[in-house]
């Protein structure tokens, strides 16, 4: 029912940005929680981050925070990801995921996520 189509990864040098998009189509955009994980090569998907679907709250793993933002623009159905002082540990396939009137927090673990995108890569050169 619900589609999420991700982009904007790509290549960029240890220190550069990037944004990744969400769009996403069908059931009314602002009842979803959104969020991101990331799989790194030969590891586990693990959550990055999250926005709320009422207040906006926004929740985020320590190795990113003060580096990435996390936004929404429910008028354009997007969710937004900047990336600054990339490293290349954060190399991986980004997902984009959606929870229909729940929370996606630190504690969500993946298996309760209904809806995710098929994923963009992000590869940061050292």
């Known amino acids: 029912q619900l589609q999420l189509v991700e982009s904007g990864g790509g290549l960029v040098q240890t220190g550069g940005s990037l944004r990744l998009s969400c769009v996403a189509s069908?059931?009314?955009?602002?009842?979803?929680?959104m969020g991101w994980f990331r799989q790194a090569p030969g590891k586990e998907r693990e959550f990055v981050t999250a926005?709320?679907?009422?207040?906006?709250?926004?929740y985020y793993t320590d190795s990113v925070k003060g580096r990435f933002t996390i936004s929404r623009d429910n008028a354009k159905n997007t969710v937004y990801l900047q990336m600054n002082s990339l490293k290349p540990d954060d190399t991986a396939v980004y997902y984009c995921?959606?929870?229909?009137?729940?929370?996606?927090?630190?504690?969500?673990?993946?298996?309760?996520?209904?809806?995710w995108g098929k994923g963009t890569l992000v590869t940061v050169s050292s």
């Open positions: 995921a959606a929870r229909w009137r729940t929370k996606i927090t630190t504690l969500t673990t993946r298996d309760t996520i209904r809806h």
């Open positions: 069908g059931r009314t955009f602002s009842d979803y929680a």
């Open positions: 926005i709320g679907y009422i207040d906006s709250s926004t």
